[in-house]
């Protein structure tokens, strides 16, 4: 149990870090062939043959030294890298940081030492819990009385929820979302009733209204749902009506394009087991972010027309 819960762990931290940072990784110095050589092992789970190659990169290329230190410490700290090595990990972003003080990378590689502490510090508390456990069911079970295993109790929580979210879906259609910026709360309301609220992640740059395109602000407004999306690279996306009429006549004083391509929706595709974690960060480009399971609850509560009320 101690290891699923460490692997758990591993995931909800680090591949939500690899979110924020893949669009990252898809630019730079990704032309040279040797780069895309090692990215392309890494994709395949070849972990050793894509590090083999960036150490050739890094002594042959001291100028790409960053970018390479960078992609190194997401490998070894890679939750499916069969030989992650945190320790090894660490080494790449605090080398990265000592060395390359201007380099863009180097907010990244913060984030990434502070996530690899957090991780481990868990997994240690864990591990002493577990101890803990064992100790206490075999005193018990010295004494012949029967307990009730933490699997159990966890498989018990998970019919617990699949009841609750079967009740949502039972709820009908709702009328109204409210997101409220301030809070990172996302409300689903039928006639006024509350059906749920979601915690929500934002654009990067969350405060005040979105003015023009590319400011990675959320808007602040009254829209509507007016189209979806069962295939998009967030895994499902509800389309939210911005720009209004009022944003468009913002941008045009302004002398601006008012963007567009707003949604709520969930997380990147084959990263969505980092489940609530995401709202850690304000990641998104102003669309608003919720759990894979959650935006399957507001696809079915939510039809096209559905006014959608953003306050600051």
């Given amino acids: 149990m101690c290891k699923k819960q460490s692997r758990r762990g591993e995931h909800l931290y680090f591949l939500f870090a690899c979110i924020i ?16 050589e090692a990215n392309d092992f890494s994709s395949q789970g070849n972990y050793k043959a894509s590090l083999s190659i960036y150490e050739q990169i890094i002594a042959r290329y001291p100028a790409e030294g960053d970018r390479v230190l960078f992609e190194m410490g997401l490998i070894y700290a890679f939750p499916r890298n069969q030989e992650k090595d ?43 819990q577990q101890t803990q456990i064992e100790t206490l069911e075999q005193e018990v079970k010295s004494k012949g009385n029967e307990i009730i295993t933490q699997q159990e109790r966890i498989e018990a929580l998970e019919q617990a929820v699949n009841s609750k979210a079967f009740a949502i879906q039972n709820y009908g259609s709702a009328d109204k979302i409210l997101i409220e910026k301030k809070e990172r709360r996302l409300t689903v309301i039928s ?21 023009r395109e590319g400011d990675n602000k959320t808007p602040e407004g009254t829209y509507v749902i007016d189209s979806r999306n069962k295939d ?79 306050r600051p």
């Avoid at 006639?191 to 003015?211: M, R, W």
């Avoid at 709202?279 to 935006?295: H, L, S």
């Fill in 21 to 36: 940072i893949t669009p990252i990784l898809m630019y730079g110095c990704s032309a040279r062939p040797a780069i895309k």
């Fill in 86 to 128: 945190y320790q090894k990990a660490l080494e790449c972003f605090q080398k990265l940081i000592k060395d390359y003080p201007e380099s863009g990378y180097r907010h990244d590689s913060e984030v990434m030492i502070s996530l690899i502490d957090d991780v481990t510090h868990k997994d240690k508390r864990i591990i002493k």
């Fill in 191 to 211: 006639k006024d009733k509350v059906l749920k609220t979601y915690k929500i992640a934002l654009g990067g740059n969350p405060t005040g209204p979105k003015e």
């Fill in 232 to 310: 998009s690279r967030y895994h499902l996306s509800l389309h939210i009506s911005y720009p209004n009429e009022k944003d468009k006549k913002r941008a045009k004083e302004l002398g601006v394009l008012p963007g567009g391509d707003i949604m709520i929706h969930g997380i990147k595709n084959d990263f969505g087991w980092i489940d609530h974690f995401h709202t850690r960060f304000d990641w998104t480009k102003g669309c608003i972010a919720v759990t894979d399971g959650e935006i399957e609850e507001i696809d079915k509560l939510v039809p096209d027309g559905t006014v959608v009320e953003i």
